[in-house]
């Protein structure tokens, strides 16, 4: 049985965060590709200006060209409405048939899990593997869940990565404030942004 990584997010834009959780992963559990998966609309739209869909699959594009293991999908891109994880692994069930499903998570989504639409189909579809993000210990977390839950032991895993305290927020705060992301993010994402104009105070014109 081969295995696939499922890494999905907004990725607004990608970064180093993403990128080295997806590459230790890979690494720990013999992963033989991963997928990333951009969001199209968001189910829970927390923002309203979130960057066009198109735009943040072009970055993770570039983000991701220079892996061999990694692969991108528009699966979620094309939906029209709300994607539910679930609706997602349905679909990659069926397009990936000689696949075990591992679905890579930052601590601070693992925590969550348990609130997703069909979390006990999603388990059964999928294992978890939660990478540490400062800030998120997931841990605790995780011991409850196997206190609680037994059998779902062996379907969520919790890995170490290098602490890489980089969110997608801390970006979009930097570029609207004129400091630097270099460093944060792969080269050619930052210059796409640059290119594209994203994320800078935007000039809200009233006048007709
Ligand atoms: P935002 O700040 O807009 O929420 P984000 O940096 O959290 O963006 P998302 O697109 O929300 O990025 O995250 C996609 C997935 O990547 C989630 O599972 C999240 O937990 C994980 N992730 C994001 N940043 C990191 C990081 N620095 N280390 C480990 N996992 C991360
Ligand atoms: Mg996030």
Do not use: C
Request: hydrophobic fraction near 40%; glycine fraction near 6%.
């Amino acid at each position: 049985m081969k295995r696939l990584g499922i890494m999905g997010g907004t990725f607004d834009p990608i970064h180093y965060g993403h990128l080295v959780a997806a590459e230790m992963a890979r690494a720990e559990f013999s992963l033989n590709k991963v997928l990333f998966i951009p969001s199209g609309t968001p189910p829970h739209k927390e923002r309203s200006d979130i960057t066009a869909a198109e735009l943040r699959f072009e970055m993770v594009e570039r983000a991701i060209q220079d892996n061999p293991a990694f692969e991108i999908s528009a699966l979620e891109l094309r939906r029209i409405g709300p994607s539910y994880t679930v609706d997602t692994l349905r679909v990659l069930r069926r397009t990936w048939p000689e696949h075990e499903l591992y679905f890579i998570t930052g601590s601070d989504a693992l925590r969550q899990i348990f609130s997703w639409r069909e979390v006990e189909e999603i388990l059964m579809m999928t294992k978890f593997i939660g990478a540490a993000r400062p800030g998120f210990d997931a841990r605790d977390f995780l011991l409850q869940v196997q206190k609680e839950r037994p059998e779902t032991q062996e379907r969520i895993h919790y890995i170490e990565v290098p602490a890489l305290a980089i969110s997608s927020t801390d970006i979009r705060a930097r570029v609207k404030r004129g400091q630097p992301i270099r460093y944060l993010l792969p080269e050619p994402v930052r210059l796409y942004i640059q290119q594209h104009g994203l994320y800078t105070a935007q000039v809200m014109s009233d006048k007709s």
